[in-house]
């Protein structure tokens, strides 16, 4: 199961969308597959409260389909599969359903209207705020505005209590910092890296390859000799954007950029040099940190002509990153801190469960 059931069937997030969103079973084959939910019964008891095959397979069948697929609609893989996402959407309810249980009991309310305003996002995101169209795909899966509206509260009651846990792990110090870069060290090894700005143009519907090389040796020239800018500019029609007081290769290359490192002024960051081919791998070496290279042509056969302007902004040998860098620093605290709220709620799951009745049948 991906990241994404899990997360569904744990927040207990609506199967409504989602059974929109996957495609219908072309075979026919899904509903006969899984034959001991064909026959309902009762699953499991949280406190008093009974979960049935039912319940759980509303959890299971929007991502049947999926799993077909990724079973090679093979029906021994496809059952054992299945029989391992209704276990977890098994637990993970009987989890939902304590939460709620201890929410309730220790009087806590959800404010009316951040149901509304859930189900009223719903609407007008996915149906276009069509309140017939949302009724009516309820009734496709045998809801009503009621028992959808139960199940929206549930959710909100659920993350709510569940952030609260959270927040309790929230705070990361420094002996568990550099404990967990300690024992984890090999995950920082890095390879010979680079760290560059680029820009990529390439060559006009109505320019010929001459042409549109000379407008790249234009941009580089100027680029590195920045007094020259804004004349070409000027020779290209290219206007300077008022938030853009300063001209240097970031705002360049934003103006000017065909890539997708333009919004982010070129900055590819940091990668290996190995990456790179062999030819950039030289200019690159060449280059001191801070300087622009010449235009480099790349011809593509059945493509218009590319060239990139490259800016080394510094270069690492191989080595291990360290918790002075502050990208590091930060990485290994959001890796504690994940774990931290990960044991917290395991931990709180446990208590509930070790304070109230559960039964399997």
Known sequence: MNALSIFCLLLGTSS?????????????????????FNADRIAGDANGQPITLSDIRRQTRPFEAEIWEISGKDEK????????MGSEALEN??????????????????????????IEDTIRRDFGGDRNRFVASLRAIGKTPMSYRK??????????????????????????????????????????????????????ASETVAEGKARAEA??????????????????????????????FAEI?????????????????????????????????????GEVSEALQFDIPGSPALWFILKREGLKAAGTDTLDDPKVRSLVEDRVRSQAMKEAVDKWFADLRAKHHIEYR
């Open 253 to 289: 290359a934003e103006i000017i950029s065909i890539d997708d490192y333009a919004k982010q002024g070129g900055d590819t960051g940091w990668k290996p040099l190995e990456e790179s081919t062999e030819r950039v791998v030289g200019v690159l070496r060449q280059l001191k940190d």
């Open 219 to 248: 941009w580089a020239a100027a680029l590195r000799d920045p007094a020259k800018l804004p004349a070409t500019m000027a020779r290209f029609k290219v206007s300077q954007p008022k938030k853009t007081p300063e001209l240097g």
């Open 93 to 118: 309810t009987i989890s939902r359903k304590l939460v709620i249980t201890e929410f309730k009991t220790s009087n806590g309310k959800i404010s009316a209207s951040y149901i509304d305003s859930d």
């Open 151 to 204: 199940e929206i509260e549930d959710r909100i009651i659920f993350e709510v209590m569940l952030n609260q846990i959270r927040r309790t792990a929230l705070a990361v110090g420094p002996g568990k910092v550099k404990s967990y870069y300690d024992k984890n060290q090999a995950d920082f090894a890095r390879k010979e890296s680079v760290q560059l700005r680029q820009i990529t143009l390439m060559q006009g």
């Open 77 to 84: 893989k496809f059952r054992m599969k299945l029989d391992d």
């Open 16 to 36: 409504l969308m989602l059974a929109q969103a996957l495609p219908k079973d072309p075979e026919g084959v899904l509903l006969e597959r899984w034959s001991e």
